[in-house]
């Protein structure tokens, strides 16, 4: 059985920092691709990044480039994001995704075949 928890997020002050964990159970750590995606109300889900597990290859939105960081332990099958300078604009539920496949389409949630339950950021300003 595939389980994704997400946590790490947190109400910070704009500027501040926070790492979100995604710790992954009943997937290979080493394949597939696993995401983030950030929803606010009204919103539709947006992802922000994603890594091909294998190759360790990032993808960014342009909306965070710079201020993203994705990355993975393979031993603890954990998938991290990491944002530097938070801004108001950061504030949402995060949502990590994975599937099977290296997916070209990293941003779209409809590839996505296995979610978690999300995490809260909120950034006031």
């Known amino acids: 059985q595939v389980r994704l928890v997400e946590s790490g997020g947190d109400s910070v002050q704009a500027g501040g920092s926070l790492r979100l964990s995604c710790e992954a159970s009943?997937?290979?750590?080493?394949?597939?691709?696993v995401g983030w995606f950030r929803q606010v109300p009204g919103k539709e889900r947006e992802g922000v990044a994603s890594?091909?597990?294998?190759?360790?290859?990032?993808f960014y939105a342009d909306s965070v480039k710079g201020r993203l960081t994705i990355s993975q332990d393979n031993v603890k099958n954990t998938v991290y994001l990491q944002i530097n300078s938070l801004e108001p604009e950061d504030t949402g539920m995060y949502y990590c995704?994975?599937?099977?496949?290296?997916?070209?389409?990293?941003?779209?949630?409809?590839?996505?075949?296995?979610w978690g339950q999300g995490t809260q950021v909120t950034v006031s300003s």
């Open positions: 009943g997937i290979t750590a080493t394949s597939g691709t």
């Open positions: 995704a994975s599937d099977d496949a290296h997916l070209s389409k990293w941003y779209d949630r409809r590839e996505y075949r296995y």
């Open positions: 890594i091909w597990r294998r190759t360790g290859a990032t």
